[in-house]
């Protein structure tokens, strides 16, 4: 799937719940569910800096491709960087960058977050993007 493709598909399921209590409820479900983080990539480096709660973020460029691993010591944001991470790992850094992110607002993530919640999506969508920056840059190099 493209990554239009991948947030369509999270917006249609987040549309089809009907409270914010199921939402959060189903954000949670979405970072349980993530591949264990790799401990030897839990180190200062990889931490996602903006964020209230501790994420970790490790990039590898493989294939032409970008693959992503990303793990918080909180249950929401886990989910917030588990949405992220099925919409961006597997893409063509091109594609990562040019991808539009106002899906979250139609989620309605920017209005149902604390401030420093979304200050700390903002921050793992920061991230995410300058890993696809580095490594288009790194293969325009090759």
Known sequence: MTITETQQAILDEFAKLATWEERYKRIIELGKALQPFPEEHRVDQNKVRGCQSQVWMHARFENGNVLYDIDSDAMIVKGLAAIL??????????????????????????QHLSQSRANGLGAMVRQFKNYALAFNALAQTR
């Not at 991470?85 to 920017?110: N, R, V, W, Y």
Request: hydrophobic content about 40%.
């Open 85 to 110: 991470h099925k919409t961006f790992s597997g893409h063509a850094p091109k594609d990562i960058i040019a991808a539009p992110m106002d899906f979250l607002e139609q989620i309605g993530l920017t």
